[in-house]
């Protein structure tokens, strides 16, 4: 009986725990399944959030753009082929407006001169052609002087349009004489070939500037060139690009350049003083022989508004291209130099003026160059320089 009823209890007793077993299984298998249907869930909720995100973001940037690294040529919407513009190629455009600058230049002188000879002193001059008077020699001497000062105007402007500034050679590659030298010695001397026929010596240090190279056009670059947008090239000694004259102002023009600003600014100076007398015979009163008519004040007005506003000008420009040509400094090299630091080619204001307008002083004032300075002066070709020899390149 004990054996029977210890077998009986050990049967219930291990159909309870495979109960127990089967029950915690299913509990198990029930909460392994509200897991993966949370994650589901979760997962959806993402999606759903992430596609209202990507939507929003994609509203977002139709309505403000990202800013571009390009700057936008025109209003208009941006497109692919704007990508292939060169914005340095579309300065050459400027040298349209030079040519319309050469037909104002050629107005302004004929309406100077039928203002100052044919109104102002030219009647004076031949009202009494058989006899000499103060009047008719004062208006001699003004009309000679008018004249001379006209012809050294347009012979500067015809050779600074018509001539090269000076362009680099194709291939070209620094000689020897441009490469630095250095002498750390004091006692040690270092023969160097004279650079545009003077000797540079020096106890210490001597040195001679480098040469660069041109990405734009592929291309070396001596010393004292920069490259030109408008012309699309690089110019020996660049000093500007002038749309007066459509053309840049280099080593090989720059002499026709000061004597075309020089003579200008005297010419309508001139123009200015020459046409007081006309303003003083129209508001007078006093009776003339040879009295104004309204078309003859109106040129001279013109003539006098025009002249005076070239000559203020031009002032300014003779001052500060006289101080840039006695340190020999181009307008491009002023950003260059170094304060409280001497300029490496300013070699005194006699060997500075003599590296623009040569040695010959009977050619100063006439824009051409004997052939032996174009022959022993380099710097007038624009590729050699001489230096300073106290002064680090």
Known sequence: MCIKSVSRYRSCWVGEVEAEKQS?????????????????????????????????????????????????????????????????????????????????????????????????????LFHSPFRFSSSSFFAFFILLLFHTLLVLLTWSYFMVVVNDPGSVPSNWRPNQQLLEVEVQDHNLHVPVAPSNGIELQSDARTTTPSAGYCTRCQNGKPPRCHHCSICQRCVLKMDHHCIWVVNCVGARNYKYFLLFLLYTFLETTLDCLALIPSFI?????????????????????????????????????????????????????????????????????KKNFEQVFGTKKALWLFPLFSEEDLDNIPALRGIEFPTRSDVDV
């Open 281 to 349: 015979r129209f508001f007078g009163g006093t009776k003339y022989r040879h009295p104004l008519t309204p078309g003859g004040f109106a040129a001279i007005f013109l003539a006098s508004i025009l002249n005076l506003a070239f000559a203020l000008s031009l002032l300014c420009f003779v001052v500060m291209h006289l101080s840039l040509l006695l340190s020999n400094t181009t307008s491009v090299e002023v950003h260059e130099k170094k304060k409280g630091v001497r300029w490496r080619y300013d070699l005194g204001r």
């Open 24 to 124: 915690g299984l299913l509990l198990y298998m029930q909460s392994e399944r509200e897991l993966e249907e949370k994650e589901s869930k979760v997962k959806r909720q993402s999606k759903s959030n992430l596609s209202i995100l990507a939507w929003d973001n994609d509203i977002w940037k139709r309505l403000f753009p990202a800013r571009r690294s390009y700057k936008r040529l025109s209003p208009f919407p941006y497109s692919a082929k704007m990508r292939n513009i060169n914005l340095f190629k579309l300065c050459s455009a400027l040298r349209v407006i030079g040519y319309f600058m050469i037909l104002l230049f050629a107005a302004i002188v004929f309406l100077t001169y039928y203002a100052v000879v044919f109104v102002t002193w030219g009647p004076l």
